[in-house]
């Protein structure tokens, strides 16, 4: 479905969680729900749901709701979770296997292709099924499959060096957990920079200030 208006950061960032409640729906059997019951399992408002599928044309039916079904395709539609993409994963440390052999890349719309590290005594071993290819094979490997995206679970130092070659090599953006922060915008590349530490300092807050 077409978007109806310039859609927001916060509403695009909502829309994996609208996702994957509505899997679980239907995992659960559920046929049908109303934006009322939605926002209650999501802690959200009725309202607030409206707007933000409003912007992509709204999906329900007044006094009817939600066919969960049919909202399932919508909004993979539009996250483009069956556009067929392909990610590699750069840096088999601790992180970057704890990612291949836990994560369900597919499950969030792309196809991982194998992971890279530098330290050759990791070189050949499979973690989580993926095999890990020595680093230096990286652009060759670029070059002839093209992948869409770069996870980039490598120590922070010369991070933006790396994302700029990745994007010379025709990556189209990349997930980000060095622990620093990167902007590729001007170059038409989008980045998510993941801090887990972000999450957890929030959550620290919070306890703090129920307890002020």
């Not at 990791?122 to 093209?146: A, H, I, M």
């Not at 038409?188 to 807050?205: A, K």
Request: glycine share 12%.
């Amino acid at each position: 479905m077409e978007r109806k208006q310039e859609v927001s950061k916060a509403v695009i960032q909502r829309l994996p969680r609208y996702y994957r409640n509505i899997c679980e729906l239907k995992a659960e059997g559920v046929q049908r729900i109303s934006s009322r019951a939605l926002a209650e399992r999501m802690g959200l408002t009725a309202s607030q749901i409206r707007q933000d599928f409003n912007c992509f044309g709204g999906f329900g039916q007044q006094g009817y709701g939600y066919n969960v079904e049919k909202l399932q395709e919508e909004l993979g539609a539009i996250l483009g979770l069956h556009a067929g993409r392909t990610a590699v994963l750069l840096g088999a440390g601790n992180l970057g296997r704890a990612l291949l052999n836990n994560f369900d890349f597919a499950a969030s719309g792309f196809q991982l292709l194998c992971a890279f590290d530098a330290n050759p005594e990791l070189t050949g071993k499979t973690f989580g099924g993926y095999e890990v290819k020595n680093s230096d094979t990286l652009d060759e490997f670029l070059e002839k499959y093209k992948p869409d995206v770069v996870v980039l679970t490598i120590p922070r130092g010369n991070a933006p060096e790396i994302a700029r070659g990745l994007v010379e090599h025709g990556v189209r953006g990349l997930w980000n957990f060095t622990g620093e922060d990167l902007h590729l915008e001007g170059l038409g590349i989008p980045v998510e920079n993941v801090h887990l530490s972000d999450s957890m300092m929030t959550l620290c807050h919070l306890i703090s200030a129920e307890q002020s």
